[in-house]
Nanobody, 121 residues
Framework: QVQLQESGPGLVQAGGSLRLSCAASGSTFSINAMGWYRQAPGKQRELVAA???????NYADSMKGRFTISRDNAKNTVYLQMNSLKPEDTAVYYC???????????????WGQGTQVTVSS
């Protein structure tokens, strides 16, 4: 129903920056909100940031001040700008189409293919 195509994987040195993108297609009218998750080796998948149709955002505490989520409604695309990257940010990052109610994001069934982000020391 909703397809999510991610782009922007890469390798970056600690302190560097990287921008991820996720373009939605299909039944995009049904999307309430978009979010970014990440999963490091041996770790649980965790929410990084989310943005509602109205522009409200939330961030995981460890990413506040370094990561910024944004969107381009005309392109049905959501972005994740990552600055001051640390080796512990190394993970596979996933785009998700879900719902954002008040300050809480709920993941939906549509996921991007995953983008490997590696931060070297």
């Amino acid at each position: 129903q909703v397809q999510l195509q991610e782009s922007g994987p890469g390798l970056v040195q600690a302190g560097g920056s990287l921008r991820l993108s996720c373009a939605a297609s299909g039944s995009t009218f049904s999307i309430n909100a978009m979010g970014w998750y990440r999963q490091a080796p041996g770790k649980q998948r965790e929410l990084v940031a989310a943005i509602s149709n109205g522009g409200s955002t939330n961030y995981a505490d460890s990413m506040k001040g370094r990561f910024t989520i944004s969107r381009d409604n005309a392109k049905n695309t959501v972005y994740l700008q990552m600055n001051s990257l640390k080796p512990e940010d190394t993970a596979v990052y996933y785009c998700n189409a879900g719902a954002f109610y008040s300050s809480t994001y709920y993941s939906g069934g549509s996921w991007g293919q995953g983008t490997q982000v590696t931060v070297s020391s």
